[in-house]
């Protein structure tokens, strides 16, 4: 692991990327365990299904896109490793891809607390 973390620190950009991205998504789980107790027994999170309990899902499901955000950027760090000695440049594009999706995450959960609260 510590060989991982120092090939990842070695260029600026897979770095940062990560570090940010781990980063908005500990204020995501931060703010989803903040507005937990205020939230209703079922949210709307499905919001692409028709109109209906379809859409509805357990307050605990609020984790669910954080929970999947967080793999996909520890699962880009790895996969990192492997294909940045051969394409750079499609190492420093997977980890900034990470990076938007943790944005997307992060909107995602603030503007489903909104809309509940």
Do not use: H
Request: aromatic content about 12%; overall charge positive; charged content about 10%.
């Amino acid at each position: 692991m510590n060989g991982l973390i120092k090939f990842l620190s070695s260029d600026r950009t897979i770095w940062f990327s990560i570090l940010i991205s781990l980063s908005l998504l500990l204020i995501c789980l931060l703010l989803a365990g903040l507005f937990y107790r205020n939230l209703p027994p079922l949210i709307p999170l499905f919001n692409q299904l028709p109109w209906g309990t379809d859409r509805l899902i357990g307050k605990l499901g609020l984790f669910i896109p954080i929970c999947v955000s967080i793999g996909i950027v520890i699962l880009n760090a790895f996969a990192t490793r492997y294909i940045y000695e051969k394409m750079p440049i499609a190492a420093r594009m997977l980890n900034v891809t990470g990076f938007l999706i943790s944005i997307l995450t992060l909107f995602f959960v603030f503007r489903t607390i909104q809309l509940i609260l």
